[in-house]
Nanobody, 118 residues
Framework: QVQLVESGGGLVQPGGSLRLSCAASGNIFSINSINTMGWYRQAPGKQRELVVSITSGGTTNYADSVKGRFTISRDNAKNLVYLQMNSLKPDDTAVYYC?????????WGQGTQVTVSS
């Protein structure tokens, strides 16, 4: 019904920046039913954790570890969500996943690798 596709990951030096994008496609009525979207990440050997979420009304919820460095934005008209990542640290290295949910179900992207290393 809905597909989420992430892009924008890659290799960056400590202190650098990246912008991740998430595009939603599929049934237009299912897409319109999604009220909350967010970004999760999973590092090797660790559990998947919430990075930030945003509601259709613009309310955001950031993990303490990324506050002041990461910014989420949502373009409802174009079905796009972005994650601007600044001042990146080596411990930000992980696979980043886009997530969307309505009242009944969750949708997940395939993930995009972010590696922060000198």
């Amino acid at each position: 019904q809905v597909q989420l596709v992430e892009s924008g990951g890659g290799l960056v030096q400590p202190g650098g920046s990246l912008r991740l994008s998430c595009a939603a496609s599929g049934n237009i009525f299912s897409i319109n039913s999604i009220n909350t979207m967010g970004w999760y990440r999973q590092a090797p050997g660790k559990q998947r954790e919430l990075v930030v979420s945003i509601t259709s009304g613009g309310t955001t919820n950031y993990a303490d570890s990324v506050k002041g460095r990461f910014t989420i934005s949502r373009d409802n008209a174009k079905n796009l969500v972005y994650l601007q990542m600044n001042s990146l640290k080596p411990d930000d290295t992980a696979v980043y996943y886009c997530n969307g949910r309505d009242y009944y179900r969750d949708y997940w992207g395939q993930g995009t690798q972010v590696t922060v290393s000198s």
